[in-house]
């Protein structure tokens, strides 16, 4: 986890394979990074997992769910109890079920995007 990341109250990390999280992420309360599934073409329904990366300045808004194999990338936003199955462009914000792009994430700092504000 980065410098000045946060997880909120009761956040669940369901962590069978790695979750990477950058820095100056936000995490809300009961939101639910999940690393592991099922093979679905299987009866005997086997356990995959795959990593989570949440990139620097990300915000997963609360009761969100971020499955196995995604990467949240830099600056962007999951709006609250979205169901991200699918890796989310920097910069932009995601919402709905499943997960789709909302809209760009524009800064009001003057920093363009993709920098650092601070």
């Known amino acids: 986890m980065g410098d000045y990341s946060v997880l909120g109250d009761q956040v669940d990390c369901y ?3 790695r979750i990477t999280i ?35 300045h990300v915000w997963v808004a609360a009761q969100a769910f971020v499955g196995p194999g995604v ?12 169901c991200v199955v699918r890796d ?8 709905g079920n499943p997960a789709v792009r909302l809209k760009e994430r524009v800064l009001s700092e003057t920093a363009p995007a993709g920098r650092d504000p601070s």
Do not use: Y
């Open 71 to 82: 990467t949240i990338g830099e600056g962007a936003v999951v709006a609250a109890c979205a």
């Open 22 to 56: 950058g820095s100056k992420v936000a995490v809300s309360q009961r939101a639910f990074l999940c690393t592991g599934s099922h093979d679905v073409t299987s009866l005997r329904r086997p356990l995959t997992t795959a990593p989570i990366v949440l990139e620097n």
């Open 15 to 17: 962590c069978m394979n």
């Open 88 to 95: 989310v462009d920097p910069w932009v914000i995601a919402g």
